[in-house]
């Protein structure tokens, strides 16, 4: 520890650091464990003085144990008296910091249940739990209106386990006496018949028939000890007790639970009202339910709020105003349905609905954790997209995304369609758990699957049985066998977690002639990979041949001379021919070698070994053993002549070359470059040298051999060499052999002699040197640069890719560990035992994707219609989209859920199809107006007596606003892009320095939202703002919620300013000349709504008082114009376009403008 | 209803804690270089104590498991931080909280009586920058005006006014208090 470590410690410890010494105290705290446990003693001391000096203490306790000494009514205002001694209230905890010499602190928390009952002092144990309860959210909204069990809507009629019972004990019985083995108090369980009929000791929980001898009766009407128990959180309203107690009386029949039990197609309900239309059988279900709680239905909706509100559900966008105009001509039933069609053919249709299943699929443009690389899915999201255009039908949907890898003869597209099991985050953290994260990866896809098409929750299941559903543990993990067997490695970035395929965009419209070249170049490797096996056997008995001829091949030279430069030491001829170089300190020299040629001799080649002697180390007598070879040159002198001509190589190959000295360097007689081994594993090197023409010497002569080895480094020349001269005619042939010994060796093994490992090596070195593969390569990377430039390339995507052979086996986990395995047993793949029963079970990933869409499966098309259901309704049939388990909420209609999921089967999950179905049904046709009445028997209208409404996602906000204004850049998919966001976001929150967001330029400035970079640890904050899900993990529901942020977001953003400023410019140049005129435009527009006359005023008001503000202040008119990329329109006189841009920015803030109503 | 045997394993666990706080809180000053949010931090520490306390198992390390569930604490803590508000990176933190339980487990509580007994037998300049600094509250800067020195000098000297604290404390704790 130096001065200056003490005093950057002494700096941290009171707060003065600059950013430089922080980085500098890293650095030393880093490498230094002592500097650690300097600073923690330091920090230690620090802290002591100043407690010795008056700090006052942190209170240890953090609620009050001391009775109440006061009326409980008085203290409810006691938080506010006790300002004095700082009390910090955070959800009915309290936090007193107590200075010595103040009061002790009061009880604080109150709740208004004691003020209307007052009930003996509270253990600390319960003020506790009742703290902790205040804390967590209690969840109270699950229940839907159908489900509060009232002992009114049961009088006469027998009741029911799934309707009345079961969600009673779900919420208070079963997380103890439920499912979950390992929890189960008392050994008593409620969940099934067997169990909760059966007496222990003589006492049955449950006696049919006979409240009176059930326990459960006793206890659950048991003031001293009643069940559940008082500090559970939980409790019975005397409504549930006696529900639960007629029910016993009754029978205590059970049910299967509802969502398990395959559903049956029921008759539409005949309607007696014939007040509104019946469009189709949706109407029917909904009108009959209404009439059975005393509602009646709403007429429908005016055409142009119909319009709309088909265009928003279907499309995301406000009506396009030529399709709106033709509609509103004669607004007919049958013009509806035609409008319908229209906005379910266009492209807007399947990037909406392509966007909710991002969410679902749990789609993002990075990896997420820390690191949270970029990744490039994205031609997984355009697939999504052209299928939902091309109306595949669900089931096709399904299969390709779950096992499209695992189709017989899977297409490109299909391999494609995978991805969506490999969406899920993926670690690149160094020190991240390769075996951890794969168990993440496949618990993810598990999660995910079960979400989307089972709507059941079995994550719960991966660490203990689940404690509501009939999904055990083990059968969790059975699941799990389904999804591990793809030879992941679980860590590493997306693009290179393999297996990761490369892809292009399905939706890019590809030019024949460039898709022709593909095709051909496609099959030509094909063709070549076919015809492989003939070539290797040729390439093989040629070469067996050549190589056995291999040792004749090579006749070492004796030379007649051998010298070096002058004064750069010496050659010395060894008896085994060979030649020593002695010297020291060698900076440059060459070595002349004369070789002597008789008469009628033919050269095709030399060859030069380098070798090792006792006098040196390695190659040469440089430090490292090594040399560098800068230049070889060959002269033939006929002896008649005596005219000396250059011979030129063809060729140079070396038996090893280090990186960036190939052999072939030796040849361009530059100083600095050169053919060099360091790093070669054998005792000798070899240089080849193949002449560009056999030289035949017609007469004797001489051939001059010149090494240059002029690199700058010391003594780098060859310690001792032989040379070697062939006059064989195929010597390329045999070259790649020579280089690589194993393969040398292998191929001068007859065939039968060959090991299995020698085979294949071979095998394997063909692949890098067959020709006809290695053109159809370079032919096909030709044609994919062509794609490349045109943006058409393709990226890297992960994807499934099924291994063959025995599956990885797959254990339960215990505590859902990744390195607790149970490896008694491995676990058989088997769907839940609830929904598919028996041994017939799917055998792998595609046969469990076949299965899912199909009629035996009770509970898949329910819990997809559900969703179709909630994207158009804005609120499933089922609310709890996500969970349709014991927890989740009952059907608010069975029989239309029932009906709508068999219909949808029996269409051929026509998913274009069903949506038609239901925007055409009179209950999305009504109007969305509410009245006191409604409002009191139906606050959520679960029950539909009028049409949906509500706010919109950001998504389609913003593209509204982008499409009023003329700014939306209509391309469908490609690369994710970049929009406006606040500065420096990305990196205030990024692990690494540098990660910066890049905003996109032109018009990706103004692509739909859905296009937007989705970086997982930081969403596109504009889209967190209006309540968007992570896409950390599957999200098959949003909240809606409406918040000051948001209309904070709306007026300032950048977006908003922009897209008013270009929305009032299409005002100005394309309505006519009255200010009235124009702003009807703007409104319709944004809306598709023409204004009324109230409307008019206010827009009229709000426009003249800005026209007069911008004349009085035309310098505030340029900055208001000035916001956004786009260009502004010089055309236009900037205070008159500065006055309508804020009223066109009014109008997208407007209720009608966000609201789907 | 309340039994009295329970009572009394309460103002045990109350103890437990009080045992610890100091330590704690030099643990988690030493991670987040902030007095306050230092204490915002051990307030956490502590509910959360109170509320896993069943999850305690007796014979082990009581400071031990208070400072893993101060670690937790703090890097929910840092999690809510924004990144340039963290002077410390999260491999520093980490190792920081593997090493703080041996480095400080002969810490004892409370101490007042023997630093201040120690705080007398510093040399006398550095008892009057170790006062200048906590007992005055005066910034290293003011100090080095006062003391005509420069604010490394201030920080060294205080170093080691601490280190010879942290001895002289160390020196007494080994022997039966007075």
Redesign the interface.
């Known amino acids: 520890m130096t001065d200056h470590d003490r005093s950057l410690l002494t700096g941290y410890l009171a707060g003065t650091l600059t950013p430089k010494e922080s980085e500098a105290l890293n650095q030393l705290l880093r490498s230094d464990p002592e500097a650690r446990a300097a600073l923690l003693q330091q920090a230690h001391l620090d802290q002591l003085l100043h407690d010795v000096s008056g700090e006052p203490e942190v209170s240890v306790i953090p609620f009050n144990t001391s009775p109440p000494k006061e009326n409980p009514r008085r203290q409810k205002t006691l938080p506010l008296a006790l300002g004095a001694a700082a009390a910090l209230t955070i959800a009915g905890i309290s936090f007193v910091a107590l200075r010595p010499d103040s009061a002790p602190p009061k009880e604080l928390a109150v709740r208004d249940e004691q003020l209307e009952k007052p009930k003996p002092n509270p253990t600390p144990e319960e003020t506790y739990s009742r703290a902790i309860a205040k804390l967590q959210d209690s969840g109270s909204q699950k229940r839907s209106v159908s489900q509060a069990p009232t002992l009114v809507s049961a009088p006469g009629k027998k009741i029911s386990y799934n309707q009345h019972i079961r969600p009673i004990l779900s919420e208070n019985c079963f997380h103890c006496h439920g499912p979950d083995q390992a929890k189960r108090e008392a050994d008593i369980a409620l969940h099934e018949p067997e169990v909760a009929y059966a007496a222990i000791k003589g006492i049955a929980p449950i006696v049919p028939g006979k409240p009176d001898e059930s326990e459960v009766v006793h206890r659950i009407f048991d003031e001293d000890d009643p069940m559940p128990p008082s500090d559970s959180n939980r409790s019975l309203t005397d409504e549930e007790k006696e529900l639960l107690k007629r029910w016993i009386a009754e029978g205590a029949e059970y049910e299967k639970h509802w969502a398990f039990v395959p559903p049956e197609k029921p008759a539409p309900p005949t309607v007696e009202d014939h007040s509104v239309p019946v469009h189709n059988p949706i109407d029917h279900f909904i009108q009959s339910k209404l009439a059975e709680k005393g509602l009646s239905p709403s007429p429908e909706a005016k055409p142009e709020v119909l319009a709309r509100r088909a265009s928003l559900a279907l499309t995301g966008l406000q009506p396009d105003l030529d399709l709106l105009d033709q509609y509103l001509s004669n607004p007919t039933s049958q013009a509806y349905e035609q409008y319908v069609d229209q906005l379910l053919e266009s492209d807007a249709y399947a990037e909406r609905m392509a966007l909710f299943w991002l969410d679902a699929g749990r789609y993002a443009d990075t990896d997420g954790y820390q690191n949270d690389s970029p990744r490039s899915n994205w031609p997984w999201r355009d697939w999504v997209i052209k299928a939902y255009r091309d109306n595949m039908p669900f089931d096709r949907f399904t299969i390709e995304q779950l096992a499209g890898d695992m189709l017989p003869d899977a297409t490109e597209t299909q391999q494609l369609a995978s991805a969506f099991n490999r969406n899920h985050r993926q670690n690149n953290e160094g020190g991240a758990l390769a075996e951890e994260f794969l168990v993440e990866n496949v618990i993810d896809r598990v999660e995910t699957t079960s979400t989307i098409w089972l709507g059941l929750t079995t994550g719960c299941a991966r660490c203990h049985d689940h404690k509501y559903d009939p999904i055990s543990q083990r059968e969790f993990f059975q699941l799990y066998a389904y999804f591990n067997n793809i030879n992941e490695r679980g860590i590493g970035r997306g693009i290179e977690a393999q297996p990761v395929k490369r892809f292009t965009s399905p939706l890019n419209k590809i030019p024949a002639d460039l898709q022709r070249k593909k095709d051909l170049a496609e099959q030509a490797i094909t063709d070549a990979r076919k015809t492989a096996p003939e070539r290797l056997q040729e390439w093989l008995e040629n070469h067996h041949q050549l190589a056995s001829e291999d040792s004749n091949r090579w006749n070492q030279a004796f030379l007649q001379s051998a010298s070096t430069t002058e004064g750069q030491g010496a050659l010395t001829a060894l008896p085994d021919h060979t030649y020593l170089f002695e010297g020291n300190n060698i900076s440059q020299t060459s070595y002349y070698l004369q070789l002597k040629l008789e008469k009628g001799e033919r050269l095709t080649g030399l060859r030069l070994d380098a070798l090792g002697h006792d006098s040196f180390k390695g190659l040469s007598r440089s430090n490292n053993g090594n040399f560098v070879l800068t230049g070889v040159n060959l002269s033939h002198t006929p002896t008649q002549t005596e005219q000396a001509l250059s011979v030129k190589i063809a060729k140079a190959v070396a038996s090893f070359e280090q990186k960036n000295y190939p052999a072939q360097n030796a040849l361009d007689n530059k100083d600095n470059t050169g053919w060099a081994v360091s790093g070669n594993p054998d005792s000798e090197a070899s240089l080849v040298l193949v002449l560009e023409k056999a030289l035949e010497a017609q007469v004797a002569g001489e051939l001059e051999i010149h090494l240059q080895f002029n690199s700058p480094f010391a003594d780098h020349n060859i310690g001792r060499l032989r040379v070697q001269t062939s006059s064989s005619k195929d010597l390329l042939n045999g070259l790649g052999l020579q280089t690589n010994k194993p393969v040398y060796a292998a191929i001068r093994k007859k065939e039968a002699d060959r090991s299995a490992a020698e085979k294949k090596l071979l095998q394997d070195h063909f692949k890098t040197i067959d020709p006809v593969m290695k053109k159809a390569e370079e032919n096909l990377a030709k044609v994919e640069g062509e794609f490349a430039s045109k943006g058409l390339g393709a990226v890297p995507v992960m994807v499934m890719n099924e291994s063959s052979g025995e599956p990885a086996p797959a254990y339960l986990l215990n505590r859902g560990q990744y390195n607790e395995p149970d490896k008694s047993e491995a676990l058989p793949r088997r769907m839940l035992e609830a929904l598919l029963p028996g041994d017939d079970q799917p055998a792998d990933r595609l046969e469990l994707a076949r299965w899912l869409v199909s009629r035996e499966n009770p509970i898949t098309a329910r819990v997809v219609v559900n969703r179709m259901w909630q994207r158009m309704m804005g609120v499933g049939l089922v609310k709890t989209s996500e969970d349709f388990g014991s927890q989740g909420e009952l059907p608010v209609n069975p029989e239309l859920l029932d009906w709508l999921a068999l219909e949808f089967i029996d269409s051929g999950w026509d998913v274009k199809g069903l949506y038609r179905t239901i925007v055409t049904s009179h209950t999305f046709r009504q109007s969305s107006r509410s009245n006191p009445r409604l409002n009191e028997i139906d606050p959520e209208n679960r029950y539909l007596a009028r049409g949906p409404r509500y706010r919109l996602d950001g998504f389609a906000i913003r593209d509204i606003a982008l499409n009023a204004s003329g700014l939306l850049h209509p391309k469908l998919g490609g690369a994710p892009v970049k929009p406006y966001q606040p500065a420096g976001l990305w990196a205030s929150v990024a692990a690494n320095k540098g990660t910066n967001y890049i905003e996109s330029k032109g018009q990706d400035l103004f692509r739909k939202s859905m296009y937007t970079y989705w970086k997982r640890a930081v969403n596109p904050p504009r889209q967190t703002i209006f309540d968007a899900s992570g896409r950390e993990v599957c999200n098959v529901r949003h909240k809606i919620t409406n918040t000051p942020l948001q209309a904070l977001a709306l007026m300032n953003d950048e977006t908003f300013l922009e897209a008013a400023r270009n929305l009032a410019a299409r005002g100005l140049r394309e309505a006519g000349a009255q200010p009235q005129e124009r702003l009807a435009y703007l409104y319709r527009l944004a809306t598709g709504y023409t204004p009324d006359s109230e409307m008019m005023a206010i827009f009229e008001s709000n426009h003249s008082h800005f026209a007069e503000h911008f004349a009085q202040h035309p310098e505030e008119a340029d900055d208001f114009l000035n916001v956004g990329a786009s260009p502004r329109d010089p055309q236009l006189d900037p205070i008159e376009h500065a006055a309508y841009t804020a009223t066109a920015h009014l109008i997208l803030n407007l209720d009608e403008t966000i609201t789907l109503e | 209803?309340?039994v009295a045997e329970e009572d009394s394993s309460?103002s045990r666990f109350?103890q437990d804690?009080?045992s610890v706080?100091?330590?704690l809180?030099?643990?988690l000053?030493?991670s987040v270089?902030?007095?306050s949010d230092a204490?915002d931090i051990?307030?956490e520490t502590?509910?959360v104590l109170?509320?896993k306390r069943s999850d305690f198992q007796d014979g082990t390390s009581f400071w031990a498991w208070s400072q893993r569930v101060a670690f937790f604490q703090l890097m929910a803590f840092r999690k809510r931080r924004?990144?340039?508000r963290l002077?410390?990176?999260d491999?520093?933190v980490h190792?920081?909280a593997a090493?703080?339980p041996d480095?400080?487990s002969h810490?004892k509580e409370p101490?007042?009586k023997r630093?201040?007994s120690c705080?007398a037998a510093l040399p006398e300049r550095q008892r009057h920058l170790?006062e200048g600094?906590?007992?005055e509250r005066k910034?290293?800067?003011t100090l080095a005006k006062n003391f005509a020195t420069t604010?490394?000098?201030?920080?060294?000297a205080?170093?080691?006014a601490?280190?010879s604290?942290?001895l002289c404390?160390q020196k007494k704790n080994s022997t039966p208090s007075s």
């Open positions: 209803m309340f309460l109350e804690i009080r706080q100091s330590r809180k030099s643990y000053f030493a270089g902030n007095r204490d051990l307030q502590n509910l109170w509320r924004s990144q340039n002077i410390l990176d491999d520093v190792l920081m090493e703080a480095t400080l810490e101490q007042e630093l201040r705080l170790v600094h906590y007992f910034s290293l800067k604010v490394p000098a201030v920080g060294q205080l170093y080691r601490r280190h604290l942290q404390l």
